[in-house]
Structure formats: C-alpha cells, structure tokens
C-alpha cells in the first residue's frame, strides 16, 4: 500500500490545530482550513473541521458558557449569525486559491494591527462590534476563520487572557450553529467529510487536551505572545505554496 502524503499531512495538522484551539481558544481553523485545504480543497476542509471541533470542544465549550461576558459576545455573535450565508456563498463560488490569498491578508492585516500595540480605549460602540461581528460571520462561513477579527477586537481592548479564551468559545459555539445549518443546507457534508473527519478527530482530541493543560500556567503575556505567534503562522499557512506537493 502506497504512502498517503495527503492523509499523513491532514493528521499533522489536526494535532497542532488541536493544541492552538486547546490552548488560545481559537486558532483551530487558522492552522488547520488552509493546510488541509492544500491537500482535499476547503469544501472538504471546512466542514471537517466544523464536525470534529464543536463535538470534541464541548466539554470546554459548556465551562466557557459559565465564564464568558455575554454583554460582549451576544452582539458579537448576532451579527456574525446575520454574515454567515454569505461565507458559505463565497465557500461554494468563489475560487479557493484566491479565497486563501484573501484570508492570508486579512490574517496578516490584523497580526501588524496588534502588534503595533493598538487598543481601542473606553467602552466598544455597537456600531463597532457589529462591525467586527459581520466581518467574521463573512469569514466563518467561508473558512471557520471567524478567530482573527474577534481576537483582535477583544485583545485590543486589553481583556485578560482567560477572559478572552472563554469569550472565545461561548462566541464560537454560536457562530458554529450557523455554519453547520448553512453547510447541510448547502449539501457539504458529504461522504468524504465523514470519513475524514472520523479519522482526524482523535488526533484533534488529543491536541485539545494538551492545548488545554498547557494554558493552565500561562500569564496573559504569554498567551498575548501565542496568539501573535498563531496568526502569523496561519497567514503563512494560508498561502497557496504546499498545493504542488499535496494535490496532483
């Protein structure tokens, strides 16, 4: 039996999206849409990630409901409910190569924005985090990219690091929602999907709990220095360059 480069790349990469989504709270779908993308195309990708993720983050998922500041993300949410279909739009029509550039973009847009050392002083407006709201609904729905927006917003503000993670996943677990009924309506959960998704989970499971108990002793500056470190990997990875190995 001949070695499966493609199958042995998309379990690499569940592990390590495992562990950035244990550990930040987000993360997941950066390292984990555009590698396997590489390898299957994001209508394979995508819906992959939506299953083993909301079933295997469940449990942190229901403690992070508890914790989260619902006055920050139900707005937040909402609107990014409202931007979803229109992701799934763009998922379905819209040629993934560029799709991918444009999520390298914005991946790297917001990484300078942070690291310049922007913060957004007083009290959020509304308009604002409708604002922030829809253009991760947009890329939630194309690529369970939604993260990028919502933790430069929220990092900006200047939030505690376990703030920021339960925030994360109470906002996560709604967007969710809202993807899957788009992408069943829309037919993308297919065989494949299945099949890979039972194959890749328990490599996602075991990185989620080592995400997780890693975070346990981290200070805000350090989660602060893995997020950056996050984003700027997944815009690397968002580029088009493994497609010439992975793909025929």
Known sequence: ???????????????????????????GALIFVPLVSAAYGPEVAVPVLLIIDSVLTAPITIRAFRECNWRQVAPLAASAIVAVPFGVYLL?????????WALAILAFSLLALLMSGWRHSGRPTLPATIGVGLVAGVFGGAAQMSGPAVVAYWLGGGHSAAQVRANLFGFFALATLASGTAYAWTGLFTLEVGRLSLILGPLYAIGLFAGAWAFRGASDAH????????????????????????RP
Do not use: Q
């Open 223 to 246: 989660y602060r220095k893995a997020a950056y470190t996050v984003i700027a990997l997944a815009a690397l990875a968002s580029l088009p360059l493994f497609d010439g190995l992975l």
């Open 92 to 100: 379905n029509h819209v040629d993934p190569v560029l799709l991918r």
């Open 1 to 27: 039996m001949s070695f499966d480069l493609a199958l042995f790349w998309a379990a690499a990469t569940a592990l390590i999206g495992g562990v950035t989504r244990g550990f930040s709270g987000f993360g």
